[in-house]
């Protein structure tokens, strides 16, 4: 098709890039809903996004329990292990610099992924597909689960969007945000709202992390290792816009999977070229300014 790149190589590339930009897409947007509501930069987002995959791991293997009881019951796990974590560690740090929530939120990501290691080790654990099998599409093979796993992960990103942007509860979180003591004036509780609204963004990480079990071997660095990115990520969406973290949680998947068939010795730090470029031309973001979070 291209100097020889067919096009079962070209399109298997891009769906990769879809699968990886609905990664960075899901996690982006938790980051971005923690800090476009809470002002914290959540260091520990890679360890919550190990501990999904690392939950349902633990439930099938110990408890029986299969991929789509745990795609409920581990992001619910990892969110109230992480409404915990912000009444304990976080709480007592707002009003601090946002240094002080950035420094501990990353201990406490180092402290997580060392525990993990030390009680199961370094090496990859496999998870079982549950979803076998694909179609053939004439030019390439579409398995079945990674084309869910895109699937849902639009529907998830579009929903929180619309959550966010377009319901009461949502106008209340960016309300709390902005003006927290007219907020309280009307009875509605800022302190728990923002708890649950960091749960619900660590629960989007864990919800991740189920989602990268089958496809990912699950294992301790799963989540530092991918989080480098995630924030690179965030930095040229725009650190306040939803939209922006799920629109270039794609586009860049998608520019890396390319990248791969047309200069594989760019692709480690595509994104990061990326970054630097939307830093020096629109040091906000390339969405900031689109949406009020």
């Known amino acids: 098709m291209f100097d020889g790149i067919s096009t079962q190589l070209l399109m298997g590339q891009v769906l990769i890039g879809l699968i990886n930009g609905s990664f960075y897409a899901m996690l982006s947007m ?25 939950v349902a791991w633990l439930l099938l293997n110990h408890l029986g329990i299969g991929y789509w009881p745990a795609l409920v019951i581990a992001p619910v796990l990892v969110a109230i292990s992480g409404m915990f974590l912000e009444r304990v560690l976080l ?54 689960y990674r084309l869910w796993v895109v699937v849902f992960s639009v529907v998830t990103c579009l929903g929180t969007w619309i959550l966010i942007e377009h319901t009461k509860l949502g106008s209340y979180l960016r309300a709390a945000n902005e003006k927290p003591q007219l907020v309280q004036t009307f009875g509605i509780n800022v302190p728990k709202m923002m708890t649950l609204t960091y749960g619900f963004g660590v629960g989007l990480a864990g919800l991740c992390g189920v989602l990268a079990a089958p496809i990912y071997q699950v294992s301790p660095s799963m989540g530092s ?23 270039t949680g794609y586009m860049l998947g998608v520019v890396e999977g390319l990248t791969k068939v047309f200069y594989p010795e760019a692709a480690s730090v595509v994104i990061f070229l990326f970054m630097t470029v939307a830093l020096y031309l629109r040091p906000a973001g390339i969405f900031s300014g689109k949406e009020q979070n």
């Open 225 to 247: 290792s991918l989080m480098i990115v995630v924030f690179a990520v965030v930095v040229i969406g725009g650190m306040g816009s939803i939209i922006g973290a799920v629109a």
């Open 30 to 54: 938790g980051l971005v809903i923690i800090f476009g509501m809470m002002h914290v930069i959540n260091f520990t987002h890679g360890a919550q996004y190990m501990l999904g995959a690392f």
């Open 91 to 144: 709480r007592p740090l707002a009003g601090l610099d946002h240094l002080y929530s950035l420094l501990a939120t990353y201990a406490v990501a180092l402290i997580v992924e060392g525990l993990v290691r030390y009680q199961y080790g370094s090496t990859g654990l496999p998870y079982q597909n549950p979803i076998p099998g694909g179609v053939n599409l004439g030019f390439m093979f579409m398995p079945y």
